[in-house]
């Protein structure tokens, strides 16, 4: 139920009602986990969308290994 609900929140968000909600917290999902789910979706669209708009393009695995590698050793704060 709770991706029934999300994927309406990503794809036909003006669409959302109050009864979307009852149905998902009829399934047991909580309003805090409605909230959150929402969120969720909303910063990934509005993620998607910047980098869609800026250009920015996925890094090619060997720059993540090496990120990853730089990250392990030296942490995400610079020295």
């Known amino acids: 139920m709770l ?19 009852a149905t998902a917290r009829a399934a047991g999902w909580t309003d805090e986990a409605l909230y959150d ?5 909303a910063l990934f669209r509005f993620f998607n969308t910047w980098c869609d708009s800026h250009g920015v393009r996925a890094m090619p695995p060997a720059e993540h290994a090496l990120s990853g590698k730089r990250i392990a050793s030296e942490g995400y704060l610079p020295r």
Not at 3 to 17: E, G, H, N, P, Y
Not at 37 to 41: F, G, Q, Y
């Open 3 to 21: 991706l029934r609900f999300v994927r309406k929140a990503a794809t036909a968000s003006a669409t959302m009602t109050a009864e979307d909600a």
């Open 37 to 41: 789910a929402v969120t969720v979706v």
